[in-house]
């Protein structure tokens, strides 16, 4: 296992549904992030959580909840949501947030649709 | 407001040299980075800048002016797998990353 892997790749979803999106880092990074990514748009930060304790959200609507059970696990609990969100949910991970020139890696996403 | 200004797409032929901008305007710095994301595939990390100057790594450079608040990731020989989307992020004195909308670049024959 290498990386940084997200589960599922690909997931469609009723408004109504409840659904989890799985990201597992294996680097030893102590950080790991939530990002959206809409066409043509910047990535938009949702989560950051460094030592399993969540240190910024960024206004993100309470429909998406996110957990982090360990410093190597992450999920993003999904529900009651809105056309709007259809998007690539980014999973990443880094040494250390509080320092310049740590670079982020990233898992490959899930592709969501929400219908 | 805080802001990365990028152009959205370039074309560049195989073998030729290709240079795409980025210009920021941020609350401090703390650093530039360059990523490359290939069409349904995540970022991956190509260059860190957080002095002036140009940094060389085999096919591609990247250059930064922080007073201009100016970089540029320069691709040399290009190849038909450059095709890619190419995103500028700034850590500002916060240490958030902010982060430009991505370079769409197409390579021709």
């Known amino acids: 296992e290498t990386g940084v892997t997200q589960t599922p790749r690909h997931l469609v979803m009723g408004m109504t549904n409840k659904k989890s999106l799985k990201c597992e880092q294996h680097?030893?990074?102590?950080?790991m992030y939530w990002y959206k990514q809409s066409a043509k748009k910047p990535l938009e930060l949702m989560f950051v959580?460094?030592?399993?304790?969540?240190?910024e959200n960024n206004s993100v609507p309470s429909r998406f909840s996110p957990e982090c059970p360990n410093s190597s696990h992450l999920f993003l609990h999904l529900h009651t949501l809105q056309p709007e969100d259809s998007a690539l949910y980014l999973c990443?991970?880094?040494?250390?947030?509080?320092?310049?020139?740590?670079?982020?890696?990233f898992g490959p996403g899930t592709r969501l649709t929400v219908t | 407001g805080q802001n990365i200004d990028q152009p959205t797409e370039m074309t560049a032929t195989e073998g030729a040299i290709v240079q795409i901008n980025c210009t920021y305007q941020?609350?401090?710095?703390?650093?530039l980075f360059w990523y490359q994301q290939h069409a349904g595939e995540a970022p991956t990390f190509l260059s860190y800048?957080?002095l002036d100057g140009l940094e060389e790594k085999g096919r591609f450079s990247s250059f930064l002016s922080r007073s201009k608040g100016y970089s540029y990731l320069l691709l040399k020989e290009l190849q038909m797998k450059d095709s890619a989307s190419y995103l500028c992020?700034?850590?500002?004195?916060?240490?958030?990353?902010?982060w430009g909308a991505g370079t769409k670049l197409i390579i021709k024959p």
């Open positions: 992020a700034v850590l500002n004195s916060n240490y958030q990353l902010i």
């Open positions: 959580y460094s030592l399993e304790e969540r240190v």
């Open positions: 800048n957080v």
């Open positions: 941020t609350s401090g710095f703390n650093g």
């Open positions: 680097l030893g990074h102590n950080a």
């Open positions: 990443a991970s880094s040494q250390d947030p509080g320092t310049g020139g740590n670079e982020q890696y």
